[in-house]
């Protein structure tokens, strides 16, 4: 069974940053492109940010552009998500996810392989 466990969440300030991390475990993720999708209540889950295996491919949606950086640390089978400025629009629940593809991955959050539960953020003013 693959594991995808998030952390990092909190609440902070509009302006301030916050460090989001994924870990991985159960099976090896070679070839497997990670990222990152949020979802306000009452909202659908959205697109944030994805990264190949390799790394060298980063990709984000325009909404955080800019401010949010993502990294992975392959040695710790981690997924990392800088977000800086942070705004109240950012407000949601953060789920790292797992997927053949950077390309499947931006296109939406259907027919993802594999789901963590979930970390909240919350910025306020």
């Known amino acids: 069974q693959v594991q995808l466990v998030e952390s990092g969440g909190g609440s902070v300030q509009v302006g301030g940053s916050l460090r989001l991390s994924c870990a991985a475990s159960?099976?090896?993720?070679?070839?497997?492109?990670l990222g990152w999708f949020r979802q306000a209540p009452g909202k659908e889950r959205e697109f944030v940010a994805t990264?190949?295996?390799?790394?060298?491919?980063?990709y984000y949606a325009d909404s955080v552009k800019g401010r949010f950086t993502i990294s992975r640390d392959t040695t710790k089978n981690t997924v990392s998500l800088q977000m800086n400025s942070l705004k109240p629009e950012d407000t949601a629940v953060y789920y790292c996810?797992?997927?053949?593809?950077?390309?499947?991955?931006?296109?939406?959050?259907?027919?993802?392989?594999?789901w963590g539960k979930g970390t909240l953020v919350t910025v306020s003013s």
């Open positions: 159960g099976r090896t993720f070679s070839n497997y492109a």
């Open positions: 990264t190949s295996w390799s790394g060298m491919r980063t």
């Open positions: 996810a797992a997927d053949g593809s950077v390309a499947t991955m931006r296109a939406g959050p259907d027919g993802m392989d594999y």
